[in-house]
């Protein structure tokens, strides 16, 4: 084998290496960051606002498809989910269930983290079954002692 044959096989060889030493790191800390995003919409799917907004950093800021449209500071998402359940009683809104699908983008630099995922919004208006489908949920994180927090998030009806 000639030596430059031999330089490219372990050049590429060396950067598969440190690529896959990468991803691989970097997985636990997707996973973890993922977690917490779970928790904010398992909390909201069953009713459970005290799990849901523990997963929410202080402040945040939030943006959405129902008035007031965004929300900002320490009270941001208990703020957002009584804008929420108000919009929802007066349009006759029940049931609401979100389900994430596979994440589009998962990123960690250090203490912060960026997830975008397609989302799907079923719920019952009067009685009648919707179902938003192809919507995006852009979220920001922050790893703080106690773990990781929503810092802010964007959803966009698609």
Known sequence: M????FAVLTLTAGLIFVFAGAVGSAAPQQSVVMASVHQFIDGFNRGDAKTALAACDSPASII?????HEWHGPT???DWANAYNAN??????????VTLGRPWHVYVTGDRGYVVVPVKYTYKQNGKPFTE??????????KIAAGWRIT????AQH
């Not at 000639?2 to 044959?5: S, V």
């Not at 489908?133 to 922050?142: D, E, H, P, Q």
């Not at 802010?152 to 959803?155: L, M």
């Open 76 to 78: 941001a998402c208990a």
């Open 64 to 68: 959405d498809d129902i008035p007031p």
């Open 152 to 155: 802010g998030w964007a959803w």
């Open 133 to 142: 489908s192809g919507s995006v949920l852009t979220v920001a994180l922050r």
């Open 88 to 97: 929802a009683k007066k349009n006759g809104i029940t049931d609401g269930i």
């Open 2 to 5: 000639d030596f430059r044959r």
